[in-house]
């Protein structure tokens, strides 16, 4: 007998582990950002920095595009290899 997954479970099916407090608080930062129409890094990066959200890596230094990408990059990363790890579902 097969076991339905829920929609709930389908939701993060692809996260090996939970975003962290921070990493939550930068998707929701980007989530608000980006529903102003501001696609663009540098953009994006300068709404960060005014708006006071923290690095997830517990860098200090301002936001720039570079920073941005950076920590999206290692976010990335972990997810990935938690993923890797633990398989399906956070």
């Known amino acids: ?3 339905a997954a829920s929609h709930a479970d389908l939701a993060n099916q692809s996260r090996g582990r939970p975003l962290t407090e921070s990493e939550q608080a930068l998707a929701v930062a980007l989530e608000r950002i980006f529903a102003t ?5 540098e953009g994006v990066a300068r709404a960060l920095q005014e708006q006071g959200v923290r690095r997830p890596s517990g860098a200090t230094d301002s ?7 950076d920590e ?11 993923y890797a790890e633990h398989g399906f579902g956070a």
Do not use: C, P, V
């Open 37 to 41: 129409g501001e696609h663009d890094f």
């Open 1 to 3: 007998m097969a076991i």
């Open 63 to 69: 936001w720039t595009a570079a920073t941005l990408e």
């Open 72 to 82: 999206l990059k290692t976010i990335n990363a972990s997810l990935d290899a938690a």
